[in-house]
Nanobody, 119 residues
Framework: QVELVESGGGLVEPGGSLRLSCAASGSIATINRMGWFRQAPGKEREYVSAIKWNADITYYANSVKGRFTISRDNSKKTVYLQMNSLKREDTAVYYC????????????WGQGSQVTVSS
């Protein structure tokens, strides 16, 4: 059983910052990538960012590039998403996800953390 637990969401004003965390626990033999997705009301879930677990490789959606930074702590099996210069359109439920091996797809998902950007 694998569990992903997110934390760090909340309400922030436009231009503000938040940091999301996602800790993985359970029987995890390998991790290829961890990533973040988001789903705004009435919209489909979209990819935000991902990070390779054993290489310094990161990926970002164009909409967040230059504003968001993904990082990881392998010893804690935790991935972070630092979100700066937040915009109202960043409002969504943010989900973390884990891919065990290359090509497996996103095997595991967190429960979601609400981020609301509003004045």
């Amino acid at each position: 059983q694998v569990e992903l637990v997110e934390s760090g969401g909340g309400l922030v004003e436009p231009g503000g910052s938040l940091r999301l965390s996602c800790a993985a626990s359970g029987s995890i033999a390998t991790i290829n990538r961890m990533g973040w997705f988001r789903q705004a009301p009435g919209k489909e879930r979209e990819y935000v960012s991902a990070i390779k677990w054993n290489a310094d490789i990161t990926y970002y959606a164009n909409s967040v590039k230059g504003r968001f930074t993904i990082s990881r702590d392998n010893s804690k099996k935790t991935v972070y998403l630092q979100m700066n210069s937040l915009k109202r359109e960043d409002t969504a439920v943010y989900y973390c996800a884990l891919e065990t091996v290359v090509g497996a797809g996103w095997n595991y998902w967190g429960q979601g953390s609400q981020v609301t950007v509003s004045s």
